[in-house]
């Protein structure tokens, strides 16, 4: 049976959302999973830390003088708040670059405050706002290392994704990865859940030196991996070095935890409709029914086990709540 998240109003359910789910040990084998651990989705911005590892391993990011903060920032899906907004800012102006030369688009940011405040002041919104715009500076950093062209850099057959792609298969054992266009027109490629969980379980091992390097990237900054009030950054911060977790489009999210022996266990869950409030209380019954997190941590999340609903007059009406079939 699949993850199952009620949305009530009073006392009677109103909907339910369906989220798959699988968990792979320190071999990378499946110990649990709910629904359907070989469904295919796609890992959108789940993606963004792999992405970042291509930089990191061709030496682009130390050729660019970049430091964790910035491959923080290259792994996030950020709200456009200011600290966002500056560290892209100082990654082009280190790579002798401008936002012309960003291919992500623009979007006003995702945090209300900001957003309102641009509005109300007539301002525009920036590619420096997408919440991609790290991981494209990150792209440009290894266009500029591979010195290739940087137009175009995210067409899939640019020597940038072709060397992200190699290492995806690298990592995944994969001959061939299906994709299509991300929401920042890069190839975002579709794997099964229980590929995305190995991933993550590798992104939080010793064994891979350019995503232990993004894993502590995430770690020590983990305001950069989301932002204000965001599950990603408390999650990171409540787990104090043991998990970082990185959430995509369409409700994807993967999860890496450490454990007390020094392995490692990967999880991926997948939302079917899309509805991202699901996510988190989807994501914290798995954590709770599989006993991966001690009680300081569980204390510190708990407000996203399950999310309270309340109408426009602040009423409370309801509630979401994860269920998972013992």
């Not at 590798?202 to 502590?216: F, I, M, N, Q, V």
């Not at 993967?254 to 020094?262: F, L, N, P, T």
């Amino acid at each position: 049976m699949p993850i199952l998240c009620r949305v009530t109003r009073g006392d009677f359910t109103e909907s339910i959302h369906v989220v798959f789910a699988v968990a792979v040990d320190e071999n990378g084998e499946t110990f649990f999973s709910t629904g359907d651990p070989h469904y295919l989705t796609c890992v959108r911005s789940a993606l963004k830390p792999f992405q970042a590892a291509a930089a990191i391993k061709a030496g682009a990011v130390d050729a660019a003088g970049f430091s964790d903060h910035h491959i923080a920032l290259m792994c996030a899906s950020h709200k456009g708040e200011k600290k966002h907004v500056e560290t892209a800012q100082h990654m082009l102006e280190k790579l002798d670059l401008t936002i012309n030369d960003y291919e992500c688009g623009a979007h006003y940011p995702s945090d209300k405050g900001t957003r309102w405040r641009m509005i109300k002041e007539g301002k525009k919104a920036l590619a420096l706002h997408n919440n991609c715009s790290g991981k494209h500076v990150g792209m440009l950093a290894l266009a500029k290392h591979l010195n290739q062209e940087i137009y175009n850099y995210t067409q899939k057959n640019h020597p940038v994704q072709e060397m992200i792609f190699t290492l995806l298969q690298e990592y995944t054992g994969l001959e061939t990865i299906p994709t299509s266009i991300d929401g920042c027109s890069a190839p975002t490629p579709f794997m099964t859940l229980t590929t995305i969980a190995r991933l993550f379980q590798k992104l939080g091992t010793e064994s891979y030196p350019e995503l232990k390097r993004a894993y502590h990237a995430m770690v020590k900054h983990p305001f950069l991996v989301s932002g204000s009030d965001t599950f990603d950054t408390l999650f990171i911060e409540a787990m104090e070095g043991r998990g970082v977790t990185k959430i995509g489009g369409e409700s994807i999210r993967g999860v890496s935890i450490k454990k007390a022996d020094g392995g490692c266990i990967g999880l991926a869950l997948k939302v079917l409709d899309g509805n991202f409030r699901a996510l988190s209380p989807a994501t914290m019954r798995l954590l709770e029914h599989l006993q991966l997190l001690d009680k300081k941590e569980l204390s510190r999340l708990e407000r996203f086990s399950t999310i309270g609903l309340k109408n426009h007059n602040q009423i409370k009406i309801g509630r979401i709540e994860a269920m998972v079939d013992e």
